[in-house]
C-alpha cells in the first residue's frame, strides 16, 4: 500500500511558476512510475508528466512539453511538478499517481496506469 499527498496548490498569475509536490509513503520500493494529472471543470482527467522510476526517464505531452518538469526526490519520497509560464487554460485540479507496473512511455498519460492516487491539489491561473 502507497499513501500519496500532495502541496503546492494555489493561486497564480498568467507567466508564473508553481512546483507541485507530492510525498510518498508506505510501500515505495514497489513503485516505478510516477505521474501527473489535471482535471479541469467538465473535462477529463489528462496526464501532464510522468516519470519512469525505473528507468528514471521523464514524460510529457506536447500540451506542457517545455513549461512543466517533473522530478524526484528519492531521498524525500517526493516527486515534484514545476510549472512554468502557466496559462489560464492551466486552471485544474492536479492530482499525482504511483504505479506498480512496468508500463510503457506511452501509457503513462493513462489514469488506469497507476495504483494509487493523491487527494490533489487546486491550481488557478488567473490574472
Known amino acids: 500500500q502507497v499513501h500519496l499527498v500532495e502541496s503546492g496548490g494555489g493561486s497564480v498569475y498568467p507567466g508564473g511558476s508553481l512546483r507541485l509536490s507530492c510525498t510518498a509513503s508506505?510501500?515505495?520500493?514497489?513503485?516505478?512510475?510516477m505521474g501527473w494529472f489535471r482535471q479541469a471543470p467538465g473535462e477529463n482527467r489528462v496526464g501532464i508528466g510522468a516519470?519512469?522510476?525505473?528507468?528514471?526517464?521523464?514524460y510529457y505531452p506536447d500540451s506542457v512539453k517545455g513549461r512543466f518538469t517533473v522530478s524526484q526526490d528519492n531521498a524525500k519520497k517526493t516527486a515534484y511538478l514545476q510549472m512554468d509560464n502557466v496559462e489560464a487554460e492551466d486552471t485544474a485540479m492536479y492530482y499525482c499517481?504511483?504505479?506498480?507496473?512496468?508500463?510503457?512511455?506511452?501509457?503513462?498519460?493513462?489514469?488506469?496506469?497507476?495504483?494509487?492516487w493523491g487527494q490533489g491539489t487546486q491550481v488557478t491561473v488567473s490574472s
Open positions: 499517481a504511483a504505479g506498480v507496473r512496468r508500463y510503457a512511455s506511452t501509457s503513462l498519460f493513462v489514469s488506469a496506469a497507476y495504483n494509487y
Open positions: 508506505g510501500d515505495t520500493d514497489s513503485l516505478n512510475s
Open positions: 516519470i519512469r522510476i525505473d528507468l528514471n526517464k521523464t
